[in-house]
T-cell receptor, first 112, second 111 residues
Framework: EAQVTQNPRYLITVTGKKLTVTCSQN?????MSWYRQDPGLGLRQIYY???????DKGDVPEGYKVSRKEKRNFPLILESPSPNQTSLYFC???????????FGSGTRLTVV | GENVEQHPSTLSVQEGDSAVIKCTYS??????FPWYKQELGKGPQLIID?????GEKKDQRIAVTLNKTAKHFSLHITETQPEDSAVYFC??????????FGRGTSLIVHP
């Protein structure tokens, strides 16, 4: 089944403790992207990647890092999480970068 | 960059009624306009899209219309059913490869 898999689904952590949210897709897609979803603000892009080793900032990149060492994986790294990063995070992938994004099921992160 | 405004933020209808969600965009270079549906506890899923060379596209009970001159596009759902209840997002491209999403519309269909 074609899908984007994120882990974990739920995560509660403390301020300052580094964490990684993993994202993997099995569709051989070139483009991958991370979004955060907050009430009233919709989906805001954090980072995106157009191919292996090619990444760029989205609209809200502060406090996040990403890497794309393999085509299928695109982890999101929070080096020092803060409470304002409490949010619902989505990873998505696309073969063309614009058409038909497939989203993961989301990771609900709470930073206390 | 692209700016996409979406209205209304909440829409409540009775089962069987029609629902219309409207989006406006700022960048005339946008040429692709997808709509995503997000059910509770799930990620958004593409339900319909339209490209700039087409004014309208239909798929069963859903349709999307595009007015490039006015820079707005709309999602129309006819004969709404309770399973249509979800959050709907529109998006524009602004000439880039990455979509910019609207803030979402929570559609509630009352049985």
């Amino acid at each position: 089944e074609a899908q984007v898999t994120q882990n974990p689904r739920y995560l509660i952590t403390v301020t300052g403790k580094k964490l990684t949210v993993t994202c993997s897709q099995n569709m051989n897609h070139e483009y991958m992207s991370w979004y955060r979803q907050d009430p009233g603000l919709g989906l805001r892009q954090i980072y995106y990647s157009m191919n292996v080793e090619v990444t760029d900032k989205g609209d809200v990149p502060e406090g996040y890092k990403v890497s794309r060492k393999e085509k299928r994986n695109f982890p999101l790294i929070l080096e020092s999480p803060s409470p304002n990063q409490t949010s619902l995070y989505f990873c998505a992938s696309s073969s063309t970068g614009l058409y038909g994004y497939t989203f993961g099921s989301g990771t609900r992160l709470t930073v206390v | 960059g692209e700016n996409v405004e979406q209205h209304p933020s909440t829409l409540s209808v009775q089962e069987g009624d029609s629902a219309v969600i409207k989006c406006t965009y700022s960048d005339s270079a946008s040429n692709y306009f997808p709509w995503y549906k997000q059910e509770l506890g799930k990620g958004p899923q593409l339900i319909i899209d339209i490209r700039s060379n087409v004014g309208e596209k239909k798929d069963q009970r859903i349709a999307v219309t595009l007015n490039k001159t006015a820079k707005h596009f709309s999602l129309h759902i006819t004969e709404t059913q309770p399973e249509d209840s979800a959050v709907y997002f529109c998006a524009g491209s602004g000439g880039s490869y990455i979509p910019t999403f609207g803030r979402g519309t929570s559609l509630i269909v009352h049985p």
